[in-house]
Nanobody, 115 residues
């Protein structure tokens, strides 16, 4: 069973920045893709950003130009750098890893954007 350990959530003011980290229990190159999903209160979980094994990235329209997904091969960790945060970015952020038809999820980390 793949384990995904997330960190970096917390409280931040609007306009601020925060970086999330996701460290899998096995090599990031074992996955077809990794990504971040967000679940806001009362809403469904939605894709924020993802990166595939070849390095191609995709973003939700609401976060383009503000968020950057990346991975550090040496540290075997995926990151989500989030700048210019807005109150609507609040939610629980989940790390996801996909291999073949299987999806694995982290436990989630709470991010609250509020003044």
């Amino acid at each position: 069973q793949v384990q995904l350990v997330e960190s970096g959530g917390g409280l931040v003011q609007p306009g601020g920045s925060l970086r999330l980290s996701c460290a899998p229990s096995e090599s990031i190159f074992n996955f077809n893709a990794m990504g971040w999903y967000r679940q806001a209160p009362g809403k469904q979980r939605e894709l924020v950003a993802r990166i595939n094994v070849g390095g191609r990235t995709d973003y939700a329209d609401t976060v383009k130009a503000r968020f950057t997904i990346s991975r550090d091969n040496a540290e075997n960790t995926m990151y989500l750098q989030r700048n210019s945060l807005r109150t609507e970015d609040t939610g629980v952020y989940y790390c996801n890893a996909n291999v073949l038809s299987r999806n694995f999820w982290g436990q989630g980390t709470q991010v609250t954007v509020s003044s």
